[in-house]
């Protein structure tokens, strides 16, 4: 249900044109799916808010996506809409919109990839649709170094090596902070045990940890490895638009039902990957990047991390 539309809106009017009373109906049906926010108001879902048609008549705005995430409170709202004869208006998605959003929600970092290679053809055509992303003065600071085959596979044995040593670089630039603060702490601490649990890791087992840490280097058996430099002549600012870059190519990649997982882990070793890939001092070692397809099976591909609501993040006014 509801896969080409955007939203669903039930409008505060009968079929046959009287304005639905109670007044605070729209207001009432909401609260069935909200929530008590911090400030101890009630948060309205995403999913299902009140709202107003330009006349002023109340509406309630139910997104298709409570269809597959809440079943009953859909068939609630539903057939609420449908007991008092209100008025429905289906909000059609524009062409591409939910193939889009489909693309964005089924994206995922995967830490295991199939050995099924990736053209060059391939390759060149998602780092063109990437490159089509804003940067400032259109300076599109990024440059790649795409391997796969002995050149991916000397990169990984070089860099492995060096892991296997615990030899330290220093990084070129800051990406993780000395201390970890809430709510970042947790965050990253959930992220460590969901992973460690899917892959059968126990707690404190170190040698486990860094084996897992080690496959970074690998870029997780993926086919193909990318690794993006930034010109040091320019400033850290532009480091966005590296970001706006790299989120278009992983979203250009799953659209053409590839996977992948960005690595900062490179960036760990500067020195080796410069002196592996020949490149110049001029080029601060930005991350890596493993492009291929994903391996099903693997249990470290079933994390779905979670997300924070945007009331949580976003401060709206005049809304
Ligand atoms: C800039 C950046 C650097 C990352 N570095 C690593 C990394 O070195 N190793 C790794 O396994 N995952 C890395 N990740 C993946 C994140 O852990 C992942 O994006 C996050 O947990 C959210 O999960 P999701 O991508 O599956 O939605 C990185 C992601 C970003 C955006």
Redesign the pocket.
Known sequence: MGKDIKKLVIIGETKDGKVFRPSDWAERLCSLTSAVGNNKKLKYSQLVHPGHTPAGVKTVTVNPRLHQLDPLAWKFVIDFAKEHGLQFEAIPAPPGYTALTETFRA?????RFLPTPVSRDVVTELLELASRSPSGINAQPWKVYALTGNAREALSAALLERFAQDATEDREYD?YPDKWVEPWLSRRRK?GFD?YGLVGIPKGNKSRVKEQAGR?YLF?DAPVGLIFTFDRHLAQGMLLDY?IF?GHLIIAAQARGLAS??????ADYPQTVRRHLGISTHEMIV??LALGYRDPEAPENQ???EREPVEAFTTFKGF
């Open positions: 994206r995922h970092s995967v830490r990406y992220l992973l970074n997780f970001g790299i997982c960005m690595q900062t882990a490179f991350g890596g994390i779905i991390t």
